[in-house]
C-alpha cells in the first residue's frame, strides 16, 4: 500500500513540532546539579526531618554582604603621599613672577611718578618686607603639607588619612596639613601687615591680583592606585559565611516554620550540594528532562487537541502559531535566567494569554497558555509561587479582553493585570511573614514593567494577522463600516443588495450571538457576502425597477449568471484585500445548492428530461463554520421572505423551517460542527426577526372634512 504523504503531511509536521519543542527546552535546560526539597521562608517545613549530612558553612545572604561592604567603604581610610617635586617649583614659579610684578607694574611706575617718589622714599623696604615673608609662608606650608579635602565629607575634623612618609604609611588627620581652600588667607594676610597693599593699590593691585589668581598645588595628593588596591582587599577579605553546621545538626524538622535561620541553613545547604557535581551525569539528567517535558506536552497539548479540538491540532498554521508562542516565551526566560540578574517576573507572561484569546476560544487559549507557564517554572526560583501568580493574572488578562472592539480595553486590561499580580503577590507575602517586611520594591517595579508591556498588544496583534491570517475584533470593526470602499461602491450600484446584506448582517449577527459563535465575524462576512453583484447589480431582483432581464436568456444562462457573482465576488474581496476569513462567506453562503428557481422552472419545462445539474448548482464549498452556516440560512431567509402573499406567523414558520430543512437535507451543512439543538434555536430566532421586521403596521386615519 502506498502511503499517502501529502493526507498526513500536517500529522508529520506536528510531530516534527512536537519534537522540536521538547529538544529545545532540553537542550537550554540547566544540566546542573538540583537540590532536591523545596522551601520558602515563612512557609511549613514538608519534608521529613532536615539532618546535616557534612559540615558546611552558613553563608551570609547578598544583603547581608552588601551591608558589610557599604560598611568597608564608609570607614575606610584612604592613602596619600608627598610629591616632593610641587615645592621647589611653586617656590621658583611664585617667586619669579611675584619679581616680575613688582618690577613691571610698581618700580616702574614709581620711577615714571614723582608724586609716589615724594610719598614713598624707598618702596623696596615694603616689597623686600613682603617677599620675605611670603617666601617663609610658603616654605612652612610646603614643608607641613598641603592637601585638597574631598568635597563630599561630612566631618572635616575627624578627616583620616595614610601618608607615605619614611618609606611607611603614617596615619594622620586633618589638622596636621594645610588646606588649599586656606592658603588664599594666609597670603593675604601676610599682603595687609607687610605694608605693600598701599604701594599696591596705586596701580591697580597688581600683587593681590597675582595671589587671587596664582594656583598653589598640593603637594600630599591621594593615591588612588594604593587606595582602590586596599578597599579591595578589604572587601575580598569580608567572610561569606558566619558560622557551621555540622555533621549529624538538626537543621529543620518536618512542619516546621523555615524561618530567618533555617532558611539560611537551607540555602547555605542547597549551594553547598548544587556546588559539588562531581558525580553529576548530565547525560541522565538530559533523560530525565525529556521525560518530563515529553510527558508535559505530550498530555497537555497533543492528548488534549486530539480529543476535544483535533481540527485545531491538525492545522500548520494553528501548530506554527502555538509553537512560536511558547518558544519566544521560553527562550525569553532562558535568556532573562542565564544572562541577566533581572527579575524573571519583568518578562510580560500576561502578554500571551491576551494574543491567545485575540485569535482562538477561551479553553483553547488557556490550554496553551498553561503549558507555557508550567515549562517556564522549571526557571523561576519559586514554581508554584510562580505557576500560582502567572496563571491567575493570565486568566485575568484573558476575561478582560472578552470585549476588545475598543482600544480603552487595553489600558483597563493593563490595569487589572498589575493589580492582580499586586494582590496575589502581597497575599503569598502575608502568608509567609504575616507582614510587609518582604515586600520589595524591585519585584513591585518588575511586575509593573511586565504589565506594561501590555501596551505592545495592538501592534503584535497586526502583525500576527499579517504574518499568520488572523483576524481580530479590531479589523472586523474596521471592516464592517459600512462607509468602506466595497461597501461604499455596493450601496451605490447595488442599493437593493446592499439592504438585503445589511439586513441578513443584523439576522445573523442576533443568531451567531445566541449560539456562542464570532457574531462580529458573521455581521461582517454577511456584509461582505453578496459583493459580487456588483458585476452586474440589473440580473439580481432586488436592484430591477420593474423589467426583468432573464426573459432576455434561457433558463441556464439565467442561472449561470447568478451563480457568477460567487466568482466575481471572492475576485473582488482579493482586489480589496479582504481577510480570507471574510472570502469564505462569499463562496460558501450558497455551498453547492443548485439556483432553485431557474432549476425547478428548467425541470417544469423539460418534462421528462435530465437537466445538467452543473449548469445549475453553486461551486461551493459547503459552509465550513458555524457562522458560515448560519449566513446561508440567514440568506436563503431573508431573500424568500420578500415573497411572501401575506406575513402571519404560520407563513412565516412555515418559510423558515421549510428552507432550513431543505438546505440541511441536501447535506449542506454534513461539513460544519453544528447541532440539530443549534438548528433549532436559529430557526426560532430567524423567525422571530422576520416576523419583526414585516410587523403589522396600524393605519393612520385621515382627517374627515367638515360639512
Known sequence: ?????????????????????????????????????????????????????????????????????????????PYYYIDTTVFGSITSDFVNKLHETEETKILTYYDNSKTLRKRYTNPKTYLDRFNRSADSLINKIYRQGLIILPDTLDDYGNYKFYVFKNKIYELSFQDEFYEKKNVEDLFMDVYNHSGVKNIDSLNDYPIYNLIKSYEFRPNILYDSNVSNEMLNKQIKSISPTMGIVQTGELIISKGSIVGEKE?????????????DDSNVNRYLISIGVILLFFSLYFVVYLCYFFFYNRQVLLSFKNNTFFTLQMLLIIFSVFVVFKYTDLNINIIPFTLVPALLITFYRFHISFFVYLLTIFVAGFFAPNSFEFIFIQTITGMVAMFSLRKKQRRRQIFITLLLVFVSYMIIYIGFVLMRQGSFSELLKNEMFSYAISSAFLLLYLPIVYIYEKVFGFISDFTLMEISDTNSPALRELAEKAPGTFQHSVQVANIVESVVRELGGDYLLARAGALYHDIGKLEAPEIFIENQNGENIHDKFDLEESAQKIISHVKYGEDLAHKYHLPKQIVDFITMHHGTSVTRYFYNSWINSHPGQEPVISNFKYPGPKPQTLETAVMMMADAIEAASRTLKEYTPESIDKLVNGIVNQQLNDGQFDEVEITLKQITIAKSIFVSKIKNIYHTRITYPDVEEKK
Do not use: C
Not at 263 to 275: G, I, V, W
Open 1 to 77: 500500500m502506498k502511503f499517502d504523504l501529502k493526507k498526513y503531511s500536517v500529522v508529520i509536521y506536528t510531530v516534527i513540532l512536537f519534537l522540536l519543542s521538547v529538544t529545545i527546552v532540553v537542550y537550554i535546560f540547566p544540566k546542573d546539579k538540583k537540590f532536591e526539597y523545596s522551601f520558602v521562608e515563612g512557609s511549613p517545613w514538608l519534608h521529613e526531618d532536615m539532618i546535616a549530612a557534612f559540615d558546611f558553612p552558613i553563608y551570609r545572604t547578598d544583603k547581608e554582604l552588601q551591608v558589610e561592604k557599604d560598611s568597608v567603604v564608609k570607614n575606610f581610610i
Open 263 to 275: 532558611n539560611k541553613m537551607l540555602l547555605s545547604l542547597k549551594k553547598e550540594t548544587e556546588a
